[in-house]
Structures are given as C-alpha cells and as structure tokens.
C-alpha cells in the first residue's frame, strides 16, 4: 500500500485549526477510519485518552494518554487504536487535540520578523518528527484543552504561542533518523550498530558481528547496549525488523512471505507469530486495516 497524499486545509476554515475529537478508536480526520497518510499542514498532535501504535515515518512506537507530537509538512504518519478498542464491547474511548498549520503560515512569520532562526530551525527537525515531553508537554497540552474552547484571532495567537514554546523548549526529541551529535544518546561505535543492524535487516545478524564492530566482548557489549538503549540487543533488533515489516506492509504490495524475508525472518509462520506479537494483529489483519483511501 501506498502512502496516501491529502490535504487539511480545504475541510478547515483556516490556515490554522485545532481540531478536539473523541471517538471509540482514533481516527484520521474527516474520514471514519485511519489511514497511512500525508499533508503539506503541520500537525501537532496530543493523546488525551487513549494507547495503541503511532506510525511515523518508518518509526512505529506505542502511544498513550499523554503522547505529544509535531510534524512537519508530508510526513506521512497513522495513529491506530490497540485491537482493544475494536472488540464488539467496548466502552473504551478515545480523546485527541490535533493542531494544523498550513506552511504558509511559518512563510509570512519568516518574511515578517527578524531573528527567527530558532523557529526556522525547529520547523525543519519537525521533517523528522518531534517528540515532546516533561513539564514542556503538560505547560502546552494546559493550553491546547483552554484554546479548544477559544475563537478567532485569540485562538490563533495562543497556537503560535505554543510553536514559540516548542521552539524554545530542550524537552523535545526527534523521531526519525536520528544522527550522532554531542548530546546524542548513543556513542559513536553504537551508531555504527546501529546502521549496521538496519542496513542487514535482510538476513540473521550475529552477536559476534555487532560485538566486532563495537570491538567489545560479548558480556561488555550486552550491559554497555541495554545501558543505552534500555532493551536486550535481541529484543532492539526483533522490534526494528518489525517496524521494516509494518513499513513494507503499508508502502508496498509484497506478500506476506516477501515481507517476512526481506525483514530476515526464514519462517512465515514464525514472523507471523512475532508480528502479533508486538502488533496485536497478524500482519494480514494489520494491512487490511490500514485502508488505501484518503483520511
């Protein structure tokens, strides 16, 4: 399946939007299901209530109550409901704040006010997907519940003054494609792993090779890579083999099989398995859900 190119702003009376939702299951906007899909508006996203997988990019990771997200313009993203919220009974609901920005909008400010390189900049990281946290996330989600009651040019205002925030703010972190920098949480050798890891997804990865390319003993390697990454190397490398299969479950038509081997899995049924596993649906079920029309 293809990632699916749509717009915001024609269904908006704005360049700029808040949009308040709560349902049964998250939704993508103006359509009853989600989808795997894009937008030139930014889009700052906040989970009230709620738990389940956020897509964003290639990157898949849990969400839940709480979760905080900027992104930029065509970054293609889902957020889909743990398989919970779609059983016949539930009464499970949920909330969510979503915040659009047409491109435009960041333009003019550029044009109009000098010194805005620190917004420049936080706008060009939200290609990779922004993550915030801390008492940044709880200052700026007090604020989102207050303007989602408000109109007109007060609304407006009090969202740019929530890009401000985050521009200012060092609680954030990027999601996708994450390069090494002095404050980087992963050494210069872990990096080395870790585009080795992704770059081999295709076949069995060794412990022997990972730790050669450290140049660490097996024991040091496995205490020094859960110290970093707060997981097993085993349980890392299983989690981004499956972010690939959801990846190539979404952006492409390969079978099932297909999409087994190219994410290193000999066994179908053994890859079906994990896939469930960390998904809650079988991969099957997870490309049928994921619709290929617009939301």
Not at 70 to 99: A, Q, R
Not at 123 to 144: D, F, H, M, P
Not at 183 to 197: E, G, N
């Amino acid at each position: 399946m293809k990632v699916i190119e749509t717009e915001i702003t024609p269904f908006v009376t704005g360049p700029v939007h808040l949009d308040m939702r709560e349902d049964a299951y998250l939704s993508s906007p103006y359509h009853a299901k989600p989808a795997y899909h894009k937008h030139p508006e930014l889009q700052l996203t906040l989970i009230l209530e709620g738990h389940g997988k956020r897509i964003i990019g290639s990157e898949v990771t849990d969400f839940k109550s709480g979760d905080m997200v900027f992104i930029g313009s065509n970054v293609p993203h889902v957020w889909l409901s743990d398989p919970v919220y779609f059983e016949k009974d539930s009464k499970l609901k949920s909330k969510v704040i979503t915040v659009y920005i047409s491109p435009a909008v960041f333009q003019n400010i550029f044009e109009l006010v000098e010194q805005n390189d620190d917004l420049k900049r936080m706008v060009g990281e939200a290609s990779k997907g922004i993550n915030i946290y801390g008492k940044t996330r709880s200052i700026i989600a007090e604020k989102l519940i207050v303007l989602s009651s408000k109109t007109g040019f007060e609304k407006v205002v009090g969202l740019l003054q929530v890009m401000s925030i985050i521009t200012r703010s060092s609680e954030k972190r990027l999601i996708m494609d994450q390069q090494p920098t002095e404050s980087a949480p992963y050494p210069d050798r872990l990096v080395q792993v870790l585009k080795f890891m992704k770059d081999n997804l295709h076949r069995q990865i060794t412990l022997d090779e990972v730790t050669e390319i450290a140049c660490m003993t097996k024991p040091s390697f496995c205490r020094y890579f859960k110290s970093r990454t707060q997981k097993k190397f085993s349980q890392y490398l299983e989690e981004i083999r499956i972010n690939e299969a959801c990846r190539l479950l979404i952006e492409t038509d390969y079978p099932i099989a297909e999409v087994a081997h190219l994410c290193g899995y000999n066994s179908d049924s053994h890859f079906c398995k994990v896939f469930k596993e960390h998904m809650g649906k079988s991969p099957f079920r997870f490309r049928s859900e994921v619709p290929t029309h617009s939301c």
